[in-house]
C-alpha cells in the first residue's frame, strides 16, 4: 500500500501547481520553503483579487488560502473560485488562526476541502497538501477511466446491436428458406407465400385497431412466421402433394396430417433449443393450427373458438382465400367477389366472426394484393 501512495505522488508531483495566497509575505516565505523539494510548481498571491487572477489563468491543483486579508478576506475568494465554472473544483484549504474554530466550520461549509492552522507544522502543511494533491490525481485518473468506460461501453453497446441485426438477419433467413423448402415442391403455389405474410399483416393491423393486446411485436412476429405454415408438407409424399386432381379420401386423410408434422417438427426443435422464443412459438400455433375451424369441425385437433390460436384463425382466412382466388392445374380460381362471399358465409364456422369483420373491412387491400402478387405462370381468377 505505501507502495502504492509513494508511486501516486511522484506521478503526481510532476505536474502539479500549488497557489498560496496570504497578505502576510512572512506567512507565503514560511509556506514556500515548507514546500520546496515536494516537487510541486509554487505560485503566490498577496490579496484576493490577484488569487482569482492567477487561478482563473494557472488553474492550480490546490489552494492555500488565507482567511484574514483587507479588502477581500479568504471566504470571499472561497465564494468567488466555487462560482466559477472554471474554477470550482479546485481544493481549497483555508490558513486559520487555532482560536477560530468557527472560521474553520464556516470554511468547510463554503466548501474547502480541509484548513491548515497556524503557525504552520512542516510535517502537516506536507501531510494535508500532499493528500489532497493526491486526491485530486485520483479524482482526475478517475474522470478518465470513466470517460474511456463510457466509450468502451458505447462500443460494446454498438457491437450488440450489431450482432443483434445479424442474428435477426440470420433468423428471418432461416424461416424463409425452411418455408420457400415446402414451397419448393409444390411447384404450383407460386408466390403464395408472400401473399399469405401481406394479408396476415392486413387483418392483423385492421384488428389492431380495436385489441389492445394486439402489439407491433406481435404482428411482426405473426407475419413473419406465417410463411411457415405448411412446413409439414415436406413429410407428405409427391404422388400426393403433387397430383394433378381431386384427391381421394384416403390421400385427403394423408394430406390433412401435415399440420401435425409441421408442429411436431417445430416443437421438437424448440426443445431441442430449450425454449426458442416468440418466433418459434407463433410458427407452432400457426402450422398446427390453422386448418382448425372456429366450430371445431377442423383438423388436426378439432379445437374450437379462441382455443385455436389468433395466429392461426388470421392465417386460415388468408390461406382460404387465395386458394380461393388462385388458379391451380386442377382448379380455376374464383373472382375475388364470390372468395368474399364465400369467407362470409364461413364467419362463426369455419372462420372467427372478429378476423371475418376484419377481412370485409379491407377487402379492398385483399384484391389489391392478389392483383399485385399475381403469379405469372398460374393465373389468379382475378388475373384472368
Ligand atoms: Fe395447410
Known amino acids: 500500500m505505501a507502495e502504492i501512495s509513494h508511486t501516486l505522488c511522484r506521478r503526481r508531483q510532476n505536474k502539479d501547481t500549488v497557489l498560496m495566497v496570504d497578505d502576510n509575505p512572512a506567512n507565503l516565505q514560511?509556506?514556500?520553503?515548507?514546500l520546496e523539494g515536494q516537487g510541486c510548481r509554487?505560485?503566490?498571491?498577496?490579496?484576493?483579487?490577484?488569487?482569482?487572477?492567477?487561478?482563473?489563468?494557472?488553474?492550480?491543483?490546490?489552494?492555500?488560502?488565507?482567511?484574514?486579508?483587507?479588502?477581500?478576506?479568504?471566504?470571499?475568494?472561497?465564494?468567488?473560485?466555487?462560482?466559477?465554472?472554471?474554477?470550482?473544483?479546485?481544493?481549497?484549504?483555508f490558513l486559520s488562526a487555532p482560536e477560530r474554530t468557527e472560521d474553520k466550520v464556516r470554511g468547510l461549509e463554503m466548501g474547502a476541502v480541509d484548513y491548515i492552522t497556524k503557525p504552520f507544522q512542516p510535517e502537516e502543511v506536507i501531510a494535508r497538501v500532499t493528500t489532497h494533491l493526491?486526491?485530486?490525481?485520483?479524482?482526475?485518473?478517475?474522470r478518465i477511466a470513466n470517460t474511456e468506460l463510457k466509450e468502451l461501453t458505447d462500443n460494446l453497446d454498438k457491437k450488440v446491436e450489431e450482432r443483434s441485426q445479424q442474428l435477426i438477419r440470420s433468423r428471418d433467413s432461416i424461416i424463409f428458406v425452411m418455408a420457400k423448402m415446402t414451397e419448393a415442391r409444390d411447384d404450383d403455389t407460386g408466390k403464395h407465400l408472400e401473399r399469405i405474410c401481406r394479408y396476415v399483416e392486413i387483418l392483423a393491423m385492421e384488428l389492431a385497431k380495436t385489441d389492445a393486446s394486439i402489439t407491433d411485436?406481435?404482428?411482426?412476429?405473426?407475419?413473419?412466421?406465417?410463411?411457415l405454415h405448411d412446413i409439414g408438407k415436406v413429410g407428405i409424399p409427391d404422388g400426393?402433394?403433387?397430383?394433378k386432381g381431386q384427391l381421394t379420401p384416403e390421400e385427403r386423410e394423408i394430406m390433412e396430417t401435415h399440420p401435425?408434422?409441421?408442429?411436431?417438427?417445430l416443437l421438437e426443435l424448440r426443445e431441442e433449443m430449450g425454449g426458442g422464443g416468440p418466433y418459434l412459438s407463433r410458427a407452432i400455433e400457426i402450422t398446427l393450427g390453422h386448418h382448425e375451424k372456429w366450430d371445431g369441425s377442423g383438423y388436426p385437433f378439432g379445437i374450437k373458438g379462441e382455443a385455436i390460436a389468433l395466429s392461426a384463425r388470421l392465417v386460415a382466412v388468408a390461406d382460404v382465400y387465395d386458394a380461393l382466388v388462385s388458379h391451380r392445374i386442377y382448379k380455376s380460381g374464383l373472382s375475388h367477389?364470390?372468395?368474399?362471399?364465400?369467407?362470409?358465409?364461413?364467419?362463426?364456422t369455419h372462420f372467427d366472426p372478429r378476423v371475418v369483420n376484419a377481412f370485409?373491412?379491407?377487402?379492398?387491400d385483399f384484391r389489391r394484393i392478389a392483383l399485385s402478387m399475381c403469379d405469372d405462370k398460374t393465373h389468379q381468377g382475378e388475373c384472368g
Do not use: H
Open 337 to 348: 367477389e364470390d372468395a368474399c362471399r364465400l369467407i362470409q358465409e364461413g364467419a362463426g
Open 134 to 142: 493526491t486526491l485530486r490525481y485520483l479524482e482526475r485518473q478517475l
Open 217 to 227: 411485436s406481435w404482428i411482426r412476429t405473426v407475419v413473419k412466421t406465417a410463411a
Open 240 to 243: 400426393i402433394l403433387l397430383k
Open 30 to 34: 514560511v509556506l514556500q520553503t515548507i
Open 360 to 364: 370485409e373491412a379491407r377487402e379492398d
Open 42 to 93: 509554487l505560485l503566490t498571491a498577496r490579496d484576493g483579487t490577484s488569487a482569482l487572477s492567477v487561478a482563473a489563468k494557472e488553474k492550480p491543483d490546490v489552494i492555500l488560502l488565507d482567511i484574514m486579508m483587507p479588502e477581500m478576506d479568504g471566504f470571499s475568494v472561497c465564494r468567488n473560485l466555487k462560482a466559477d465554472p472554471a474554477t470550482f473544483e479546485i481544493p481549497v484549504i
Open 260 to 265: 401435425a408434422i409441421g408442429g411436431d417438427t
